[in-house]
């Protein structure tokens, strides 16, 4: 079995990640997580495989294993295998639906629903990839939640993501993916995160961020939350010129013009501030969709 619902994935973050277990505790918790599933890394791993390109991602990894830590050398390595680079990635976006994991998502591509598939680079160091794997938001199901995989994992034989792991003196990551089923994204929801304690000098207690669609890294309202009440920091945030809201049909996302006002109340800032509060013996940060009509699920918590 590779695919598993989140609070039956099994204990092992070589095979769902870290972060697939925090989200599972939180949800054996009864908090509201959002209705997620786990890719493991082994169908990855097969993947690779099944495409016949193993053999030249081995060769790869091996190349710049000797040259870990020194960038400039990196490159220039990179440069000699970039033709072995560009086939693994290419197979990997091509791969084939085998038959067992083919079983394994037939459910989940029938749900009417839409998707987000979130990479999960698997490494022993806590969040060394920073933000080269962006999740792929508002997929269709159907074969469109095939090739948003498939994507996903040619991801991890980009130029770019090979170079950062040489600089860390890694190998390529493996990838296990995160599908959280999601509802159409429209610029009256909003995307928050929220962190038990301050990053911003001279405040203290929780912060909430938060914007009107779907999350665009660094933008959004800033709330502090002190004394129990939320207030927002104009001096702290930045209003996007546009909101990221989910395409007729789920084909990705589009730009609409952004709605005025603040995306949370006071009270809806607060409770998110809240729950990060409670949650920060586990995790650092929770990342919340929050519907215009219903209450917030949790996302992703790192």
Known sequence: MMLYALTEAPGDAAEVG???LL???LAAQGLPVAPTWVLGASAFDRALTASG???QAAEIAWNLRGVWNDLD??????????PQRRRVARALRRAALA?????ELEHLALMET???LRPLPLSEEKGVFGNLFPPLLSMAGGAALWDGICQVWATAFSRRALLWAAGLEMDPPRLAIL????????ARDCSATATAASSVPGLGGPLVRALYGAWQDGLGTLYSIACGRAVA???HSRRPAHALVSREGGGGLERVPYPPGDPLSGEEARRLGEMAQLLAAHVERVAFFCPAEGEPLIVEAT
């Not at 599908?179 to 429209?186: G, R, S, W, Y």
């Open 18 to 20: 870290q972060e697939s």
């Open 23 to 25: 989200l599972a505790a």
């Open 53 to 55: 390109v193993a053999d």
């Open 73 to 82: 050398t990196a490159r220039r390595v990179l440069d000699g295998v970039e």
């Open 99 to 103: 038959d067992e994991l083919g079983r």
């Open 114 to 116: 839409l998707w987000t």
């Open 179 to 186: 599908l959280t089923a999601m509802p159409p994204i429209t």
């Open 233 to 235: 920091l104009p001096a």
